[in-house]
Each structure stands twice: as structure tokens, then as C-alpha cells.
């Protein structure tokens, strides 16, 4: 299972998530907010990944022995190529560069979009792709 870990109150997050539902036909990721018990137990079994609010984070084979963590620029550069076959290109552009817009663009989100006071409650169809 992939599951891609975003910010809970974060606007223009749950807006990538519905995003991402929309343009998912084949059901391959699954969501969790970063504030979520999964999530901390995902971060407590990589100790080694940097826990931050700002980051996006991808796990693959969640909850197995082989479970990774991709952030930032590395979590894109799996997910969007499976969503739009031109974001293949991603695989070309330095991954230092990729983060960093990723990054500068986390520091300005909630100036951009705003944030909510609590984690949004995904509706009951979108919900059967949330992990708790």
C-alpha cells in the first residue's frame, strides 16, 4: 500500500488530496495527515526521516518489512509520474532542485491558501483511501 502523508490543516493540502483522488482511477495511493497515529508510527519506525509539518512524505509498503519513506522532492518524483505520464521529466531534474521547490513552496502555503483550526474530515467516499 502507498500512502502519502500530508498536512492535516493545511488548505491547499486537502486540495492535493482531492486532487490526487480525482486523477487516481486505479486506486494506487491511499492518505494519511501527518498528525494522524499512522503517521507517528511511521515516523517512530524511521527514526532517521526528519518529522516535519512542511514535509510531504510517501510510504511504500506500509506497515510491511519492506515499508520506505520518500519526502519532498524524492515522494514526487513517484507519485506523479504514475498520475501523468509528462511528470516522467521529474526524473531528469536534480533531486537538490526538486526539493528546494518543494520546500520554498511549503514555506509560503498557509500565506497562499490558508489553514484550517483542525484536520478537514475526508467525506465517506474518500475515506475508504484514508489510513488511520
Excluded at 24 to 43: E, M, P, R, T, Y
Excluded at 102 to 115: E, N, P, S, T
Aim: charged share 20%.
Amino acid at each position: 500500500m502507498r500512502v502519502i502523508l500530508v498536512d492535516g490543516t493545511c488548505v491547499f493540502c486537502n486540495r492535493l488530496v482531492a486532487f490526487i483522488l480525482r486523477h487516481d482511477s486505479k486506486g494506487l495511493f491511499h492518505f494519511s495527515h501527518i498528525q494522524s497515529v499512522f503517521a507517528q508510527g511511521v515516523f517512530a519506525r524511521h527514526v532517521n526521516i526528519a518529522h516535519s509539518i512542511d514535509n510531504i512524505y510517501l510510504v511504500e509498503n506500509a506497515k510491511t518489512a519492506n515499508e520506505e519513506v520518500y519526502v519532498d522532492g524524492a515522494a514526487g518524483r513517484r507519485i506523479w509520474p504514475q498520475l501523468f505520464w509528462i511528470a516522467g521529466v521529474m526524473r531528469f531534474m536534480p533531486l537538490a532542485f526538486v526539493n528546494l521547490v518543494y520546500r520554498l513552496f511549503a514555506r509560503v502555503r498557509y500565506r497562499l491558501f490558508g489553514k484550517h483550526d483542525q484536520c478537514l474530515l475526508p467525506s465517506a467516499e474518500e475515506r475508504l483511501r484514508f489510513v488511520e
